[in-house]
């Protein structure tokens, strides 16, 4: 029997509907849209920030109140949050304390991922154990991850590989951005693979620019900085041959993730299909004039097997960060 092909629209109201126990399709999927049960069949994101005050009265603070009423709006289940500590990551710290206590009224909603910043292991988290010991507290206080990990350092530089040994002690997967400018690696990104190979049950999940531009073979420095790559995909991609070889390894679709599935829709289709279960859904929001996010078009734009879009749009991320 042919498989059968859904879009996004169809996907999101069949899943609420087998969430809520019911057979009657569209209909009755609407009418569960709020229910605790259907919400377990939404999207889980993968990557969102909250803001604060400062950010700008332009932009406003992204609060979490502000959080999981966009999310009602988007079909969306529940959210990682992720801090970032590193100074050249945001326009200012958005701390793991605040992270954690922000979201501990939404924890059904919002879940806390944690930070530090590799350099703190110069002075003040010296010894692994220091470092362990404040990410089991992280963890303790309600933290699944470590991450957004954007700091100003060679991805494989000797203090993020002691930040990444303790990660893997704890049992936290790390999310890392990658480009010229944070976790900076090379064309076929050969720091990675020292990272990967350093520690084999540490899951580890990939965002930014030079992560994304990774799906092409013959890059050049420069390219591993360039935000939305165009064209046809060449073959050779570091990303393909990198989760050939280790299976702990992730992709997080969010920001120019989505845009890297659309510049070769041939590649795409087959590069979504291929990795179901090695991606997860993500928007990287953060900001309330944000208003577009190309993520939500991706099972729109192609056409998968609805076992794969439920794989991407949140059974990875249960799966990896252990929820129920």
Known sequence: MPQRIVTRRQFTAASLAVG???????????????????????????????????????????????????????????????????????????????????????????????????????????????????????????ARGFGEHKAMLPIDDPLNMRLYEACSETGLPVLFHLDNQANMDRPGLPGLAKVLEAFPDLIMIGHGKGWWASIAGGLQQADLHVGYPQGPVAPGGAIDALMDRFGHLYGDLSSSGAHAMLRDREFGQAFLERRADRLLFGTDYYDLKQSSFVQFQLFDEFPLPAETQQKIARDNARRILGLG
Not at 32 to 46: E, G, K, L, P
Not at 65 to 76: E, G, P
């Open 20 to 142: 809520a126990g019911t057979l009657a399709g569209h209909v009755a999927a609407c009418g569960v849209a709020h229910d605790s049960a259907a919400r377990q069949t939404r999207y889980i994101d993968i990557h969102v920030h909250l803001t604060q005050a400062w950010f700008g009265k332009k932009r406003g603070p992204v609060t979490a109140q502000h959080m999981v009423r966009w999310m009602d709006a988007h079909d969306i289940a529940q959210a990682v949050v992720l801090p970032i500590v590193s100074p050249e990551g945001f326009w200012y710290p958005i701390t793991t304390e605040y992270v954690l206590q922000e979201t501990r009224p939404f924890r059904d909603r919002l879940i806390p991922f944690c930070a530090i910043d590799p350099r703190r292991l110069v002075t003040h988290l010296s010894t692994k154990q220091q470092s362990v010991d404040m990410l089991k507290r992280f963890r303790e206080a309600g």
